[in-house]
């Protein structure tokens, strides 16, 4: 069954710092990887999806890689903005299923 | 529409009795998820829909889940016979085609079992 880690559960950084969430998974047999933000007691919010034949996907201040191979993705997140603080997930697509990992909770410093 | 929507937003009932959660996915998606989330950790899948037959239900934990989603949008995740462990967020997501599309998720019903 395919797992997925996310390290670290919790960060908290100062404003205007760039930052780098990690997320890995057991099983490289994937279709896509999604990155999602859910802010407290709100549903999930979709950030970026990488197909498995992408290596990265750039959203404004938003990169997502991918190394399929290595069963790895980042979210690197440039110039931190206290709006961004939220938890962050990742959830990997094995055909119909998603799994997704516990999540980072960000927090960023004013 | 404009984004999923989910009813009710939260719902408390006792053990042993049955309850229904709906979702609204977005117009036009033929694809419908839902999801069980515990606190602190990420989502959960349960089922799979790809218009109004389900493509993949393995995420059902037994047979008091149900779900059904009978002329392809509205869906309706069905619980008899509720247990306190069944507490949960439940949220329900759609995506335009499948499994390789953006998902979309609505803002979930929070169950509570006494």
């Known amino acids: 069954k395919q797992e997925v880690t996310q390290i670290p559960a919790a960060l908290s950084v100062p404003e205007g710092e760039n930052l780098v969430l990690n997320c890995s998974f057991t099983?490289?047999?994937?279709?896509?990887l999604q990155w999602f933000r859910q802010d407290p007691g709100k549903g999930l919010t979709s950030l970026l999806l990488?197909?498995?034949?992408?290596r990265e996907q750039t959203s404004g201040r938003l990169n997502a890689s991918l190394d399929k191979s290595s069963g790895r993705s980042t979210l690197y997140i440039a110039a931190s903005q206290p709006g961004d603080s939220a938890t962050y997930l990742c959830a990997v697509n094995t055909g119909n299923q998603f799994y997704f990992g516990t999540g980072t909770s960000l927090t960023v410093i004013p | 529409g404009a984004g999923v929507s989910q009813t009710p937003s939260n719902k408390v009932t006792e053990k042993g009795k049955y309850v229904e959660l709906r979702c609204d996915p977005i117009?036009?998606?033929?694809?419908l998820y839902w999801y069980r989330q515990s606190l602190g950790q990420g989502p959960e899948f349960l089922i799979y829909f790809q218009g109004t037959g389900a493509a993949d239900d393995s995420g059902l934990p037994n047979d008091r889940f149900f779900a059904v989603r009978p002329e392809g949008s509205v869906s309706t995740l069905k619980i008899q016979r509720t247990e306190r462990g069944d507490s949960a967020v439940y949220l329900c997501a759609s995506s335009l085609t499948g499994p390789y599309d953006t998902q979309y998720f609505g803002p979930g019903t929070r169950l509570t079992v006494l």
């Open positions: 990488i197909q498995s034949s992408q």
């Open positions: 099983d490289s047999a994937i279709y896509n």
């Open positions: 117009s036009g998606h033929t694809a």
